[in-house]
């Protein structure tokens, strides 16, 4: 059995995505089908799209979404019909040396089925019969997808799935290379580079740490403005700075603790690096091209015992940090409703896409009628 539903696909790199209707199969065993409710619209999502990261087209886009369980596979106990669930796009096989030492993140089997289920296989296919890969094993930014349940958290029925869909990427990267990566001391100085997405939810998580001050770094006023309500306590235009990091080690009187870079470019890397106080952590966020490099005065991490680390999805625990980030919502310790900056229709996805390139949105969500 199969279900027709719309999906977005990227056909062709640096092409807009297209809006088409796809066959999506039942599950199969291990695996459950989901009505979606809502999809953010990710950069990693538009990255796609330009080949930032390499996945061979075509292939059903969307790995930020939220929705309801309609029908389940043989061999499942954990979910039942009518459960309100989010992806994640990370498997959790709970058996790798990863999963089994508390990196789920990192997981073997997500590196083995980044465009496919598990098994190697897919349950989309556009109406030629021909298969659609999906990205990072779930291709959620469809009215229907089917996934294996090693990429799906269960959520309480209470909270709002567009708010919801938020959590299973942006905000747990933000928020989570804040938390769980760097583990930000409060009292600490905090500098964040880039505060588009998932920027604004590490500016969240220093506000949740305690950080004593949050510097937001970007090229953007109207971003810098956005920042400064979701905690930033300084802004900085790099526009308007000769020397980027001298200026902010003047302003937080020194250096930085901790700093996170969250655009994906190698030379601001560099500049989180370099705005670090004596024994300050670097935290690297967002997603560099595959031939981006940084370049470091190697010296300085003997000599200042300095930290450059990697954060990927927040070093989260899925199971375990999705729950949790939604208790901060409920208790109004984190900002997900004024994340949204506009919804669409899965109709209007390319507009959607195209705002998300121009930088009009914190984040753009696709809502399914």
């Not at 065993?29 to 538009?46: F, K, N, P, T």
């Not at 990863?98 to 897919?122: E, F, I, S, W």
């Not at 999906?134 to 799935?161: Q, Y």
């Not at 938020?166 to 500098?191: E, H, K, W």
Request: hydrophobic share 40%.
């Amino acid at each position: 059995m199969s279900q027709r539903a719309k999906a977005v696909v990227c056909r062709e790199i640096n092409q807009p995505v297209v809006v088409e209707e796809i066959e999506v199969e039942s599950p199969r065993r291990g695996e459950v089908m989901i009505r979606l409710a809502a999809c953010g619209v990710c950069h990693s999502d538009y990255s796609v799209t330009t080949g930032t990261i390499p996945f061979p087209p075509p292939v059903v886009l969307g790995h930020e979404g939220a929705g309801t369980v309609v029908e389940i596979g043989e061999g499942v106990t954990d979910f039942s019909i009518g459960d309100a669930v989010v992806s994640s796009f990370v498997s959790m096989c709970g058996k790798c040396r990863y999963c089994q030492t508390g990196r789920p993140q990192l997981c073997d089997q997500a590196a083995k089925a980044a465009n496919t289920l598990p098994d190697g296989t897919v349950r989309t296919k556009d109406l030629q019969g021909r298969p659609l890969n999906i990205f990072s094993g779930c291709g959620v930014m469809a009215e229907v997808a089917t996934l294996h349940t090693d990429n799906v958290v269960k959520i309480d029925r209470d909270i709002p799935l567009d708010r919801a869909a938020l959590v299973s990427c942006g905000v747990m990267t933000g928020v989570g290379a804040v938390v769980n990566t760097a583990r930000v001391a409060p009292g600490s100085v905090t500098v964040v580079f880039g505060a588009g997405g998932v920027g604004l939810n590490a500016i969240q998580g220093c506000v949740i740490a305690g950080a004593a001050m949050i510097v937001a770094v970007d090229m953007s006023d109207a971003k810098l403005e956005m920042a400064r309500q979701f905690g930033a306590t300084h802004t900085l235009n790099a526009k308007s700075e000769e020397n980027v990091v001298k200026a902010i080690r003047k302003l937080t009187g020194g250096g930085a603790d901790y700093a996170f870079e969250c655009v994906g470019y190698g030379e601001i890397a560099a500049q989180a690096y370099g705005v670090l106080r004596k024994g300050g952590t670097a935290v690297v966020v967002g997603v560099a091209s595959q031939k981006d490099t940084t370049t470091l005065r190697t010296a300085s991490l003997t000599f200042e015992e300095k930290t450059l680390t990697g954060s990927y999805f927040g070093s989260a625990r899925p199971r375990e940090d999705f729950p949790r980030l939604l208790a901060l919502y409920r208790a109004k310790r984190l900002k997900l409703d004024e994340l949204i900056t506009r919804t669409y229709t899965i109709d209007e996805a390319p507009q959607a896409f195209a705002d998300l390139a121009s930088g009009k949105n914190a984040r753009g969500v696709i809502v399914f009628g």
